[in-house]
């Protein structure tokens, strides 16, 4: 969620030398879908008495001008409401693959991410909830309402964030654990009061690894917000009968910076995530599990950072931070904060590839010492003379004579020293894990953009599910996009998200069916369990 600096321009503007901290702006954006309660105009009024139904045109403008008026009228002509908005907002499911008789070595799940909206946050910015009517604000309406949403669509994998550390302790992991769901948590740091959970059913998986990542380290400025993931390898629980030894399953669940203007910070705290993703998932073989990424990273579609995850390389040169997640549209100031190479110091251990200094991606770039570039002196090409070079008055012709100099010529390495990497000189960011998104973006027959979360009547994408997959081409026409067919992961289907248009009506979110202000993500995979 945002805050209400958020709302007019985001909180202060950012100095080149010290790029201020976000506030008020922490993160939280979009929330689940719900069906949401009809906009209340002067026609759906219903009078309650004849003599109120009859001809005080006077008495009837002040009574709708009158707030109190308003919302006991909320209250009580729901009918014709309830009815318009569950056809509206209704949320249709896409089958995308059907499984037949010959897929039986597959195993079939359902996860879904959801940005439930902290009760805290709700309270520090009323401003952003104006439209909602306070009964639906409360938190004990909404979590009964998210409950039974949760428990309506019974995914095998939640990825909540914004999920209060209090609320977690006495109501969300009691009332998950009841449902079967093993549950872990990590809280933001600092003072922040929520945070995200992970949560998978006993019946369906086991816990192999748990990895809490903090994205605040001390002395590092791209990376001083209280940002957290969470990534777990869970291991899925065959048929009986089934003697296989399936691919492990990594689930990161994260929510990322919402600062629109500090891409910076939220390409680092991206990088620092995809990091330990690749190490906790990779093989022994050096290969990888299937991933799923969920969560909510304040980017939006087609963005730089979205086209990084989904592409696996990003080039940021010339790149001002307040473009990096497309959250907005013109530029906030004049004097924009430009990404420069590295983005973060070699301290942090990992490299410009998204991976750990002790696991660094191979490459062909060999670096030479100056010892080994002296040492080329004595190399075979500079010990002979090009016959079509002429002799310069004042300038020696005596060749190097190695039988009676001493060479000691070591093989060039791949770096010159361990600590710093010459390719992070370079203004571009890697990684190899090979991820697409479940959603399209785009909602065909209607012809209008998804969207995620609507804040101030705005609506955009923010929250995604993105998975493990095969590249199927690179069209470099394209500026380098992939497309990506299925593989060890199959995506079976989507619960589908709605329009801008479709939220107007109900004034947005959160509202009285859907009670957070984002909506909830849900797909289905298959994960191939033929091959160990």
Known sequence: MMSDQEATTCLALHSEEEPPADIGMEQGDAKPEVEGAKSLTASTLVPVTELDATPNTEKQEIELNDPAVLEWMVQTDKTSENENHNDLLWRDWEDLYELDSTSKELFDFTILSYNILSQDLVEQNPTLYTHCSPIILGWDYRWQSILQELQHWDADVLCLQEVQEDHYREQVQPSLSALGYSCHYKRRTGRKTDGCCTCFKLSRFTLLHERHVEYFRPGIQVLNRDNIGLVLLLSPILKEGLEKSPHALCVANTHLLFNPRRGDIKLAQLALLLAEVDKISQTSDGAHHPILLCGDLNATPGSPLYRFIRNGILNYKNLPAWKVSGQEKFCPTLHPWILSAPLWPDALGISDHCQFAVNLRKTDRLVYTREQILHLRFCECALQRPPELCLIVGVTDRQPDPDTETVHIAPPMIFANSQTPVFRS????????????????????????????IPLGIGSTVDYIFYSAEPLVEDNTSHGV??????????????????????????GLPNQFYCSDHLCLLARFALDISVP
Do not use: M
Not at 427 to 448: C, D, E, M, W
Not at 483 to 507: M, T, V
């Open 426 to 453: 370079l203004p571009i960011l890697q990684h190899n894990l090979l991820l697409t998104s479940v959603y399209s973006h785009f909602l065909v027959a209607k012809g209008r953009p998804e969207v995620t979360t």
């Open 482 to 507: 992939r497309f990506y067919q299925d593989s060890k992961l199959k995506l079976l289907g989507r619960l589908c998200l709605l329009s801008e248009n479709d939220l107007w009506p109900a004034h």
